[in-house]
């Protein structure tokens, strides 16, 4: 699984972290930082965090 968030869409909310925090971070500038490549056991709450984002800035794919 491959995670990108679009960060001309990213406002901050911050609620992917809340859903997927072994994934998600804000970093500095109030934007997500997040791991392109999660570990195992994560999809569930990435796809938690796709649903949660208010700009629909999180997409997974199956490509490396």
């Known amino acids: 699984m491959r995670v ?3 960060e001309d869409r990213c406002e901050g ?3 992917c ?3 997927a925090p072994d994934v998600f971070d804000i ?3 109030d934007l997500a930082i997040w791991d ?3 570990p195992a056991g994560t999809e569930k709450s ?3 965090a796709i649903a949660a984002c ?3 800035a999180i ?3 199956t490509s490396p």
Do not use: F
């Open 4 to 6: 990108t968030v679009d």
């Open 13 to 15: 909310h911050a609620l």
């Open 17 to 19: 972290v809340e859903s």
């Open 27 to 29: 970093g500095d500038d």
């Open 36 to 38: 392109e490549h999660p």
């Open 46 to 48: 990435v796809r938690a």
């Open 54 to 56: 208010p700009r629909q």
């Open 59 to 61: 997409s997974i794919s």
